[in-house]
């Protein structure tokens, strides 16, 4: 088990990255918010767009999402609901890659969120968005946090994937 920061979250994180294979990522991120929303006893606002089939270790990208998840809903705002939009847009629309092949395109995925920033989630999570960072580039994905004050993107994912 691995703690994820300052916070008391304990996620499985994977040990082998080598294996591959199909993954629905709707179906993926549904199991691990459900997972969430059930221990925590939440009933946040969750909406989400169409997300892209990927080629990953299943459990190494469960564990990115399900690391996420926490985080965000771990600061709760004050005397409001909690939302999480989950936006995704194909990159570079239009443009043609020839490093893109077997009809993969690469595309944004984005968590709108209202949590109650407590501080730089940049430096209270930094194992943990390091491990995130580490398991997505073996995938050719990126992984950002952002800063936001009460509403905004507070994490995106730029990776391959067929919708």
């Keep these: ?4 920061s300052n ?5 499985h994180q994977p040990g082998n ?3 591959a294979e199909r993954i629905n990522l709707n179906e ?5 918010l459900l997972k969430i929303q059930l221990e925590k006893k939440i009933s946040p606002i969750i909406r989400s767009e169409q997300l892209p089939g990927i080629e990953a270790n299943r459990t190494a990208i469960g564990y990115v999402l399900e ?3 926490r985080i965000i809903f771990s600061y709760p705002p004050v005397g409001r609901k909690s939302f999480l939009y989950i936006n995704c847009d194909e990159e570079n629309k239009g443009t043609l890659d ?7 395109k690469r595309y944004l995925i984005s968590f709108h969120t209202n949590v109650n920033s407590v501080g730089s989630l940049n430096t209270l999570h930094q194992k943990a968005i390091d491990e995130c960072t580490s398991i997505l580039k073996k995938y050719g994905a990126s992984f ?4 936001i004050r009460s509403a905004g993107c507070l994490f995106s994912i730029s990776l391959l994937g067929k919708m």
């Design 67 to 69: 690391t996420v998840i």
């Design 28 to 32: 993926l991120m549904q199991q691990h």
């Design 98 to 104: 020839i490093d893109l092949t077997n009809g993969f």
């Design 17 to 19: 990255y080598n294996f």
């Design 1 to 4: 088990m691995s703690t994820i």
């Design 144 to 147: 950002t946090a952002n800063e």
């Design 7 to 11: 916070l008391n979250i304990s996620v």
